[in-house]
Every structure is written in structure tokens, then in C-alpha cells.
């Protein structure tokens, strides 16, 4: 495998950057066409990448004939864990007559099957900037070997659609493989904004498949609750994972006329102080939240500092119980919660929110929260 060494620091620790299945897509179909339109073989292959760092790239499994050439790239996340690192994505070539690149998906290359995506249903589901980079790699070397045709491109994935069942593709109604993905050809290691384009992708697509509507939880828990307890068919729900703020930023930009969040109070008590991104590393302030509410509502010194030190929320909740506040104090949380959520959209459309814990159920709901339940399926439980 061709490495890298750009380096970027996160949380004191020095990782390594990879390169984007769009980066090997590309570098494939320039090596394959080199190879096609010159008749000799190369082993490596340069490819300058949008965020302007270049890659030196083996080129591994040639093969070739009269009518076309095949060769792979072979993917580095490098030190990103993501599923796709070490697998091998193709490209093979042929000549055309009419003088343009043509770009399609093979095996393991997802279809779109719903609007919403960056390419239309039924087309491969390589995204933009691929589209764009393997396009302009092919076109550099008909010139600069002065062929005058064109050439068509197939990108493959052998285990393409094998991998697909562990990523989003299927809820986005990707069938049959993976996308061809990547904006600066490069990959960050735990990029932030990959998780969130991705969640974004997802919003985008159920209100152009005409959702007014939708469900949002951060996981598993908000899931299982969601359709455990509450009833709620989860099929076109999106998890947010710790963007909360994000989902209801996309909540507004696709107009929507109402979100509503299902979330364990674990991560949820965190949004009555305003803190929209629910990862610890921001903010863990828990205790701290239901401590300063639990004041409020009167409890006495002993209790609030058990609360403070408390190691879970469902500890905390334990002591609000023995102290008879957990009604009241999880009222506050519920107020708070629903002024920060609107505040974030402004007021413009309806949102609401539900907090549980897995242990006592159901904690508090904000004021929109039974209207808008009534937009989803419920099933009997």
C-alpha cells in the first residue's frame, strides 16, 4: 500500500493522513489510461488531490487486452478506522469514438435509488468532485498523448458491496455497493465533518423523497425507545450521534416543518445549558446541570453533593428520587431544553424533545413533543 506523510495533530496525538476512495478512483483511471494509450506499464501513478497534497500511488492488478485496461488502487485511511481502508477499487478503460469521458460504476460501485443525493437515480453513486477529479485526470493524459477519442472509465469495488452493509448506503437507498466519495481527496483521520456531510446527505434526502417531518436520536438508545417504548416506527429516522445543533441547522435548511429528538439523558440533560454538541470532550457537564437544578428546587446541601458526585446521570436521578425533586428539576430541564432547540432554529419550525434514561423511562418531554409524534407511524406495542 502507497503511503502518505502529512501528519495532522489531534487531542496531542500525531496521526497520519490518508487518501479518499475518490483519490483512488481517479488515480486507477489515470494509470489505466496511460497504460491503454501509450501500450507500456507504469507501477506508479502521481495524482495532485484538491486540498493540493500530491500522491506518488502504486499501481497494482494490471491487466490488459486489446480492447481495454484494468488496474487498481489500493485505499489508505491511514490512521482513520474506517472500513474501507486496504481494499482495492479498479478502473478500466476502453476507447470510444466520440471524443469525452464517460463514468460509470461497476461491481461494488452503489446505484442511487432515491432523489436527494448528488446523483440522480439510477446513475453510480460517485459523488461530484470524483466525478470531476477522475474526469479531468483521464482528459489530461488524451491531450497530452494527442489521442483523439475518448474513453470510458468503469470504477470497481470487488468487496464493495459486502462493505456497503456497514456503512449509511443502505438508508440513503445506495444499493448494490459503496459510494466513490471525498471532497479534498484527502483523509483527515476521525473527520467530524465526514460524519456530518453524511448525516446532512441523509436529512437532504428524506425531504426531497417528501418527508415534512423527522425523527432524529443520537443512537441505539434513542432508537430503542423511540420504537420500544413510544411506539414510533423508526425506518426514516436519522441518527445524529453528538451533533444535535447540526441536525437542526439541516432542519432549516431543507425546511422541514418539524424535528423531533428522542435522547437518553446522558446526552440530552447537556442541551438545557445550550450545549449542542454532546460529545464529553466539549462538555461533560452532567452532574453540574441536574446539581445547579436540583438547588433550585431546594434540595439540601448532603443531596447535592451526592448529586455532584455521582459518576452516571442515572446515579444522580437516585438521589433526586430520595429527595423527591425528580419531577420537579427534570420540569426545568425540559424548559431549558426546548428554549436552547428553538433558539438554534430561530423559531421557524416546530421543534421538539423527548429525555429518557434507560432505567426510570421517561423524563421530561418539551411542549411540542406529543404534536409532533402524531407525524410519525406508530405501530401497536
Keep these: ?73 489500493q485505499k489508505d485511511s491511514g490512521d482513520d478506522p474506517d472500513i474501507t481502508n486496504g481494499m482495492l477499487i479498479f478502473a478500466k478503460v476502453r476507447k470510444i469514438d466520440e471524443p469525452k469521458v464517460v463514468i460509470d460504476g461497476g461491481i461494488g460501485v452503489g446505484r442511487v435509488t432515491k432523489k436527494g443525493l448528488e446523483q440522480a437515480i439510477g446513475e453510480a453513486a460517485i459523488n461530484r468532485v470524483p466525478r470531476s477529479m477522475i474526469e479531468n485526470e483521464v482528459k489530461s493524459i488524451i491531450e497530452e498523448l494527442e489521442y483523439k477519442g475518448g474513453i470510458e472509465a468503469v470504477i470497481s469495488i470487488p468487496k464493495g458491496e459486502e462493505i456497503a452493509r456497514k456503512t449509511f448506503n443502505p438508508r440513503l437507498g445506495i444499493v448494490g455497493g459503496i459510494s466513490i466519495l471525498g471532497t479534498s481527496g484527502i483523509v483527515e483521520p476521525m473527520s467530524e465533518k465526514a460524519l456530518t456531510d453524511s448525516i446532512r446527505i441523509e436529512m437532504k434526502m428524506l425531504h426531497e423523497n417528501g418527508a415534512e417531518y423527522v425523527l432524529v436520536t443520537p443512537g441505539n438508545y434513542g432508537e430503542a425507545f423511540a420504537s420500544e417504548t413510544l411506539g414510533i416506527d423508526i425506518e426514516d429516522s436519522v441518527k445524529c450521534s453528538n451533533f444535535v445543533g447540526d441536525v437542526l441547522d439541516y432542519a432549516l435548511e431543507f425546511k422541514f416543518k418539524g424535528i423531533l429528538l428522542i435522547g ?27 446539581t445547579a437544578n ?54 421557524e419550525l416546530k421543534v421538539g424533545a423527548i429525555v429518557f434514561s434507560n432505567k426510570y423511562g421517561l423524563l421530561c418531554e418539551t411542549k411540542h413533543s406529543k404534536e409532533l409524534i402524531k407525524h410519525f407511524r406508530i405501530r401497536e406495542i
Design 294 to 347: 436540583a438547588a433550585l428546587e431546594g434540595a439540601d446541601r448532603s443531596t447535592l453533593e451526592k448529586i455532584m458526585n455521582s459518576i452516571t446521570t442515572d446515579d444522580a436521578i437516585e438521589y433526586l428520587d430520595k429527595a423527591g425533586l425528580r419531577e420537579d428539576v427534570f420540569s426545568r430541564i425540559g424548559e431549558k431544553i426546548d428554549y436552547h432547540i428553538n433558539q438554534r432554529v430561530y423559531n
Design 264 to 290: 437518553h439523558v446522558g446526552k440530552f440533560v447537556k442541551l438545557s445549558g445550550g450545549i449542542m454538541n454532546t460529545h464529553s470532550r466539549y462538555a461533560d457537564c452532567r452532574v453540574e446541570i441536574l
Design 1 to 73: 500500500m502507497s503511503q502518505i506523510e502529512e501528519y495532522i495533530y489531534k487531542d496531542n496525538k500525531k496521526l497520519r493522513l490518508g487518501y479518499t476512495t475518490g483519490s483512488c478512483a481517479a488515480a486507477a483511471a489515470k494509470a489505466a489510461s496511460i497504460m491503454l494509450l501509450s501500450g507500456s506499464d507504469i507501477k506508479y501513478v502521481d495524482l495532485m488531490t484538491p486540498k493540493g497534497i500530491g500522491l506518488k500511488l502504486k499501481v497494482l492488478e494490471i491487466n490488459k487486452s486489446d480492447e481495454y485496461v484494468s488496474c487498481a488502487i
